[in-house]
């Protein structure tokens, strides 16, 4: 089936580090992908959509200058946490959603646990 | 807009019960239905999907059926695990909103031995 990898899978770093974090299609090309946000014991908040060659669409209250985001080819999307803060820790979750099959499921990675000192 | 709603959690059982986790939705049109499965410290896993009216979805003994007259896909196991403990996620993708994923909440369900 469909496989998502993202890396790193923890994340322990300083306050005003900056992270990067990536999602690969390994099997299928991508011309979305998708950033979660997960806090803990709660459901995923969608942060924004990801367009292979275009600029990334953020949901309503996330700041576009807070997490980057960069889909440079069909199967690579990364997620930039600029200068991170404490707040910022939180489960961050990645899918795509295959190139031929546009109403077929989202694929997740297994999520990066990103915490700040 | 679109949206998902679950049953609360969190939902504890002991093995070999019977599970039934309540999904309702509201959508325009005719939007395909998930089950995804979260285990502790992992992204999240398809379960089974449902894409019209009246189909039923299954994987590793859960079902869960598209009511499209209740606006309902609630999820189904007839003799749970303790391996089956995790967070489950009810979602829909409709075409007409570019299929764009709604979650529901998440259930919590724990299984004892």
């Known amino acids: 089936g469909a496989v998502v990898s993202q890396h790193p899978s923890r994340v322990i770093c300083k306050s005003g580090t900056s992270v990067k974090i990536e999602c690969r299609s390994l099997d299928f090309q991508a011309t979305t992908m998708f950033w979660y946000r997960q806090f803990p014991k709660q459901s995923l908040m969608l942060m924004a959509t990801?367009?292979?060659?275009?600029?990334?669409?953020?949901e309503q209250g996330v700041e576009k200058d807070k997490f980057l985001i960069n889909h440079a080819s069909l199967t690579l999307s990364t997620l930039t946490v600029t200068s991170a803060h404490p707040e910022d820790s939180s489960f961050y979750i990645c899918s795509a959603r295959s190139l031929a099959s546009s109403n077929q499921p989202q694929h997740f990675g297994d999520g990066t646990r990103l915490s700040i000192l | 807009g679109d949206s998902v709603t679950q049953m609360e959690g969190p939902v504890t059982l002991s093995e070999e019960a019977f599970l039934t986790i309540n999904c309702t939705y509201t959508?325009?049109?005719?939007?395909?239905l998930f089950w995804y499965v979260q285990y502790p410290g992992e992204g999240l896993q398809l379960l089974l999907k449902a894409t019209k009216a009246d189909d039923k979805g299954s994987n590793k003994g859960f079902e869960a059926t598209y009511r499209k007259e209740t606006t309902s896909f609630h999820l189904e196991k007839g003799s749970v695990q303790v391996s089956d403990s995790a967070v489950y996620f009810c979602a829909l993708s409709n075409r007409a909103n570019n299929n764009d994923m709604r979650f529901g909440a998440g259930t919590r369900l724990t299984v004892k031995p």
């Open positions: 990801s367009n292979e060659g275009s600029k990334a669409t953020y």
């Open positions: 959508a325009t049109g005719y939007p395909s």
